[in-house]
Structure formats: C-alpha cells, structure tokens
C-alpha cells in the first residue's frame, strides 16, 4: 500500500531532457558562445513542461493538487441465495451455432463456484440444487480503426492517427432452484467491454498519465498493463471471468480483494497513513473532523476518502446490520463526492461497488427477517 509519489528518475529525466535535448533551446548543443536569453527561456519552459506533464502523470487524474496512495480491501459479501446440501449440478445452453460457449462458460463457472466455497460438489444426478444458466447472446464485432488529426508538421502536413476501438458483451440469464423445482433466485448479467487503444497499444482510458507511465514502465521493464488490444480469445475470457463472478456472488459467500484509491494532499496524509497501516477508524476520524475544504471541487477528495473508510469498515464488520450501515455511509459520501466532482472518474467504480454489496446484505436481512418470522 504505497503512495503513488513522483519518481526521482522523473525529475532526472527532465532535468537531462530540458539541459541537453536539441529540441531544449537553439544553441544549447553549440559550444561556442554564451546561450541566449530565448535559449534559456526555451530550456526553462520544457523542462516546467515536462515537470508538469510528470507531476499530472503521477496524479493521474486526481486532481491538480492531489496524489493518490493505493490500498487494498478484504472484501466479503454473503450470498444473495442460499443454496441446500453440498451437491450441485450446472446447465448451461447457448444458441445452437454456439456449443463451445455452453462448455467453456460451464467449466469457469464450475472452477469459480468450487474454489469459492469448497463445500460443494458436482453431481450430474440428484443434486440438491441446480443451477441454470442461458447464454443469451455474445458479440465480439470485428476492432475498428479510427483515425484523428495530429499535429501540423513543418512541411504543412497533418499525419492522421490511428486508433483502435475494441468491443464484447455478454448477456446470461440465470436461474438457482432446488431438487424439487422451487426458485431460489435468477438473474439477468450484463457484461460489456469497449476500449480505444493508440498506435501504442496503450489503452486511452488511462489518459495522457497512461501514455506516460506506459513510456516510464517500459524503461524501468516493468510490468506493463493494456499495452495491445485483448485478442478475440482474451475478450472473450475477460467477459466470461466477469460474467461468472456475478453469478457466483449470488450464490455463494465470496472473498476478494478491492484495490482502492486515496487522495492525498490538503491535509489529508495523516488519513492515509493511517489508512495504509489499517487504522480505518482513525483515519475516518481525521477526515470527518477536518475543516472541508473552500473548494467544493477540492473537498470531494475529503468526501471521497470518508467513502473509503466507510467501505473499509463495512467489510471488516462481522454484523450484517453494522456492515450495512457503514456501507450505507459509504455509499452517501461517495454520491456526495461525485455530485461536487462529476468530472472525476475514479469516483464513479465505488459506487458501484457498493450498490453491489448493498444489494447483497439487504437481500440477507431479507432472508433473515423471513426465518425469524417462520419461527
């Protein structure tokens, strides 16, 4: 769980960059004869260009005054039905000129369901519940190509730039029942992919920053993600691993990982720290007392983070009511964030998140309320 600072190498880069680039100022490569003063202005403004062009980089889209630090999130979410005995069958039909869906969804199905709760078994006859699953449709279109002006070269020329536009959906109804034919719960998925990629490869969801930090990694040889459009086999597993997860979350308790962004800056670090070091409480209490910021722009960073910590304590809560009500207070502050920032993109994957969790423990007080009310 680090924060996300501007690398040393950065301000080297830059530094080198701006003092003997040739494109740094006219004369700066000559040795003869002091540098002019347009020379110096010129190797000042690239190296504030390239500065600044890092500093947005690191931030990566939050804001112009803020960092972010990366934390990570137990997440545990109870069934949203709940499946009898420890013998499950699996069905899944597709269209007819499609059998090889059916048998591949099946089998990530199965493994996902297994590894999520070992309890279960397969059985092809007298299982307690059966699980059906429809593949209603699936496309995966052909990438298109797009081209955009670039920029005006010497000669008057404008290059045309390239980019890719991949897309997927998947759509799966799915239905949970039990030996006997009584419906436990069903389900519509829905899941989508679309994204542009440069002539690099880089996926231009991440931005400018992504270019960059693609450009960074590359040179560092670290690990680099989104750096081609997926082929047609890795769309098609990037639906289904998705499709399945929101299928078995509904049938089964699951845990899993939440990687979450904090901001940093405007008082805020002392939060994140002890946000990193898992301290949730206090951090939540160091940013619901800080003074809100003038800006209201500026303060949905505050308000976004008191989202987190909010979120944090929900899934460290081992009592549906408590979980619910700090995913409920979760859920206000990041609305509230994203009414005072719409332009802020990683505001809007929380709320999400949490509408999901939300779904999940109101359909257990549900269920809870319904077996106390049969006693």
């Not at 059906?132 to 081209?147: A, G, K, N």
């Not at 931005?207 to 040179?219: C, D, E, M, P, S």
């Not at 949730?280 to 983070?305: F, G, H, I, N």
Request: glycine share 6%; net charge neutral.
């Amino acid at each position: 769980m680090r924060s996300q600072r501007i690398p040393a190498f950065i301000f080297a880069f830059a530094f080198v960059f701006a003092t003997l680039s040739p494109f740094a100022g006219t004369h700066l490569h000559r040795r003869e004869g002091p540098v002019s003063i347009p020379d110096k202005f010129s190797r000042t403004a690239v190296f504030a260009a390239i500065f600044l062009f890092a500093a947005s980089a690191s931030a990566q889209s939050f804001g112009l005054v803020f960092f972010k630090s990366k934390v990570t999130l137990e997440r545990k979410l109870p069934a949203v039905v709940q499946l009898p005995g420890t013998s499950v069958k699996i069905v899944v039909t597709s269209h007819s000129n499609a059998a090889d869906l059916a048998t591949d969804f099946k089998s990530s199905l199965t493994s996902e369901l297994l590894k999520q709760d070992p309890r279960l078994h397969i059985s092809e006859n007298s299982a307690d519940s059966i699980i059906d699953c429809q593949i209603l449709s699936f496309e995966q279109p052909p990438p298109t190509t797009t081209t955009t002006p670039g920029v005006k070269q010497k000669d008057g020329t404008v290059p045309q730039i390239p980019h890719t536009r991949v897309t997927g959906q998947l759509r799966v109804a799915f239905q949970s029942r039990t030996r006997a034919g009584q419906t436990l719960g069903s389900d519509n998925v829905n899941e989508q992919y679309d994204e542009m990629f440069d002539a690099s490869g880089n996926a231009q969801s991440g931005g400018i920053a992504g270019v960059f930090n693609n450009g960074i990694k590359r040179l560092k040889g670290d690990k680099i993600e989104n750096t081609h459009p997926p082929t047609p086999g890795e769309l098609r597993t990037n639906l289904f691993n998705k499709a399945v997860h929101q299928i078995v979350s509904e049938l089964v308790v699951t845990d899993e990982t939440v990687e979450a962004y904090l901001a940093k800056g405007k008082g805020m670090d002392e939060g994140v720290k002890d946000a990193e070091a898992g301290l949730w409480t206090r951090a939540l209490e160091s940013w619901e007392t800080a003074k809100p910021l003038d800006k209201p722009v500026e303060d949905a960073y505050r308000l976004y983070d008191v989202g987190v910590a909010y979120e944090a304590l929900g899934y460290a809560s081992k009592d549906p009511q408590t979980a619910m009500k700090y995913l409920s207070q979760a859920s206000i502050n990041y609305g509230k964030a994203i009414d005072s920032n719409p332009g802020e993109k990683y505001f809007r994957e929380p709320q999400k998140r949490i509408e999901t969790a939300l779904a999940h423990y109101e359909k257990l007080q549900d269920d809870l309320k319904q077996q106390s009310g049969q006693k």
